[in-house]
């Protein structure tokens, strides 16, 4: 288990799991915002980027 981490949108906790990896996508429980982990040691976790639209391409 991982220490817990603060959510970088609303600053509430969170409690990533021995299973979380590099990449993995994460949702805030407090405010909903989507967040995706970028490093485990440190834990490091920041606001996912947003889905960019790619018109049927």
Known sequence: MYS???CP???GSLNPDANTIVGELLECM???GE???NSLAPL???E???AEE???E
């Open 9 to 11: 949108i609303c600053d």
């Open 4 to 6: 817990n981490a603060a």
């Open 35 to 37: 967040l995706v982990v």
């Open 30 to 32: 407090d405010c909903g």
């Open 48 to 50: 996912a980027p947003a």
């Open 44 to 46: 490091a976790i920041e």
């Open 54 to 56: 790619d018109w049927g």
